[in-house]
């Protein structure tokens, strides 16, 4: 048998001797010290996600928490385990919770004493994670208790409101720039008031179940949160270095960088063949942690552009989610145990049974191909699954699920390509000031 290889050239160590060098570092370089902190914890996060994801697969094995991968052939169909995210949020927590420290390092040590600690951030980041960790924990008693669907809603409604109090409180805007095109109408800004908190409260109940309904196969949860959580980096990163704003893009960076970690770890452990499911733990933990970062740094707007994916998905998913078309209990896609490969899955319906609108919506979708219907027994007809993953395999065909998982996650990263180049070139076409 090979020896193992010593623990330094492991995934986890390189990742814990990059995490403290980049600590190191901080200390020895003259930028301020919370950035390769920030990057060095978010390494250390990474490490300990790796090894604990593995070592608690026993755990919810024996605890039952656990499902079959259908979309394997039956021969090699085995048990595993799910509901993981818990413990990959639980190492974010903490790793922020270290982080505090050094984020408000300068006013703990009395390095500036000329400026006043800045409680309105601490209030903003301590309730952030309060959100975020709220969320977990409904995520995961989800995932034990398998909670009904309007609970799914009202539960993340009620996460954001610690969030959009200390929005009230130290930032207050209710505000939005208007498109040159509608200036004639509202004039160059507009007044929401109340309308911009209900608007905040619904985005995190969206991002939370978004992610959520965008599920099925092996790598996608933990794949799109990836991309979308660089592609945040990125845009705050940017932010940070070239603008003069960066209060609100510093605390979302500290929330998205570590999130980063911990979501690469986890995303290497659920990858095809998936070793652990994520769970609804994940995806609620993962929705909240954008939502949060994208109110505390006053770029809700902007977040919205890197979920196009999961926006067309939920558009999709609205006449199965108020079931005015039938939706069955999973509309994850079907293995064609012939030739393993991935194809639609159907909801089966009565014609006659259907109301009128029920019967418009079913052809308009028909018409614009984004699903198939097909005469089922009797006088029964089937529909495929109004999802973004039955889309794709109605344009590309039978599609092994490894690769199904990858094209899907090219198409993310091009909606963020797509997203940058709205966000930037063309912002200044419509607006004369720039967006947060």
Not at 58 to 68: P, R, T, V
Not at 69 to 98: Q, S, T
């Amino acid at each position: 048998s090979m020896a193992p290889n010593p623990w330094y050239q492991r995934v986890d160590g390189v990742l814990t001797i990059a995490g403290l060098a980049s600590i190191v570092l901080g200390y020895l370089l003259p930028i301020p010290l919370h950035y390769p902190v920030l990057v060095g914890l978010s390494c250390i996060a990474s490490s300990l996600a790796f090894v604990l994801v593995p070592a608690c697969n026993d755990l919810f094995i024996k605890a039952n928490l656990s499902g079959m991968d259908l979309n394997k052939p039956e021969k090699a169909r085995k048990r595993v385990p799910e509901g993981l995210g818990v413990v990959v949020a639980v190492v974010y927590l903490i790793v922020l919770f270290l982080y505090i420290p050094f984020f408000f390092r300068y006013h703990l040590l009395n390095l500036e004493p000329q400026q006043t600690f800045p409680y309105d951030k601490f209030v903003g980041f301590i309730c952030g994670l309060l959100s975020i960790c709220c969320m977990a924990f409904l995520g995961f008693a989800d995932d034990v208790l398998d909670l009904r669907w309007r609970d799914k809603v009202i539960l993340p409604t009620v996460a954001s409101l610690p969030l959009l109090m200390v929005y009230h409180v130290t930032y207050g805007s209710t505000t939005v720039v208007v498109p040159y095109a509608l200036q004639g109408v509202f004039g160059p800004t507009l007044y929401l008031g109340f309308l911009f908190y209900v608007y905040m409260g619904m985005l995190a109940v969206f991002c939370t179940n978004a992610i959520n309904i965008y599920a099925g196969i092996n790598g996608i949860e933990a794949g799109q949160s990836l991309v979308i959580g660089l592609s945040l980096v990125v845009n705050s990163t940017s932010q940070v270095l070239f603008t003069t704003y960066h209060d609100g893009h510093q605390l979302a960076l500290s929330m998205l960088l570590p999130f980063c970690g911990v979501t690469a770890a986890l995303l290497y452990h659920n990858w095809y063949p998936s070793r652990v499911f994520v769970g609804d733990t994940f995806c609620y933990f993962a929705g909240m942690t954008f939502a949060v970062s994208g109110i505390l740094g006053h770029f809700s707007k902007t977040l919205l552009l890197f979920f196009v994916p999961q926006i067309f998905n939920f558009v999709l998913s609205v006449p199965q989610l108020f079931k005015l078309v039938p939706c069955p209990r999973h509309r994850m896609p079907k293995l064609d145990p012939d030739t393993g490969l991935l194809t639609m899955s159907y909801a089966v319906y009565k014609p006659q049974a259907l109301s009128p609108i029920s019967s418009l919506i079913i052809k308009t979708f028909e018409l614009l191909g984004l699903c198939h219907v097909r005469p089922g027994t009797d006088d029964l007809q089937e529909i495929s699954n109004m999802t973004i993953i039955n889309v794709a395999l109605k344009l590309m065909g039978p599609t092994a699920e490894n690769i199904l998982t990858r094209r899907l996650l090219v198409f993310q990263v091009l909606c963020s390509v797509g997203a940058f180049v709205i966000r930037y070139p063309m912002a200044d076409l419509f607006f004369e000031k720039p967006l947060a």
